[in-house]
Nanobody, 128 residues
Framework: QVQLVESGGGLVQAGGSLRLSCAAS????????MGWFRQAPGKERELVAA????????YYADSVKGRFTISRDNAKNTMYLQMYDLKPEDTAVYYC?????????????????????WGQGTQVTVSS
C-alpha cells in the first residue's frame, strides 16, 4: 500500500510557473514507476508525464514537451512536476499515480489502467 499526496497547485497567469510535488508514504517508493496525469472539466484524464523507478527514463505528452519536467527524489519519497510557460489549456486537476508492478528500473508506464495508486489531485488554474 502507498498513499500519495499532491501539493503545489494554484492560480497562475499565463506564462507563469508552478512546481507540483507528490509525496509518497512508505519505504517502497523507489519500486514504483510514477506518472502525472491531469483532467480538465468535461475531458478524459490524460497522461502528462511519466518517470521510471530509477528516474533515468521519462515521457512527456506532446502538449507539454519542452515546458514541463518530471523528476523524482527516491531518498525523499517525492516526485515533482516543474511546469513552465503555463497556458490556459493547462488548467486541470493534476494527479500523481504509482504503478506497483515490479518493473525494470528504466521502464516507464504509459497506460493509465496500469497505475493502481492515485493521489487526491491538486487544482492548477492558468488565467489568460
Amino acid at each position: 500500500q502507498v498513499q500519495l499526496v499532491e501539493s503545489g497547485g494554484g492560480l497562475v497567469q499565463a506564462g507563469g510557473s508552478l512546481r507540483l510535488s507528490c509525496a509518497a508514504s512508505g519505504r517502497t517508493f523507489s519500486r514504483y514507476a510514477m506518472g502525472w496525469f491531469r483532467q480538465a472539466p468535461g475531458k478524459e484524464r490524460e497522461l502528462v508525464a511519466a518517470i521510471s523507478r530509477s528516474g533515468n527514463s521519462t515521457y512527456y505528452a506532446d502538449s507539454v514537451k519542452g515546458r514541463f519536467t518530471i523528476s523524482r527524489d527516491n531518498a525523499k519519497n517525492t516526485m515533482y512536476l516543474q511546469m513552465y510557460d503555463l497556458k490556459p489549456e493547462d488548467t486541470a486537476v493534476y494527479y500523481c499515480a504509482a504503478d506497483s508492478t515490479p518493473h525494470l528500473g528504466n521502464f516507464i508506464v504509459l497506460i493509465t489502467t496500469r497505475y493502481d495508486y492515485w493521489g487526491q489531485g491538486t487544482q492548477v488554474t492558468v488565467s489568460s
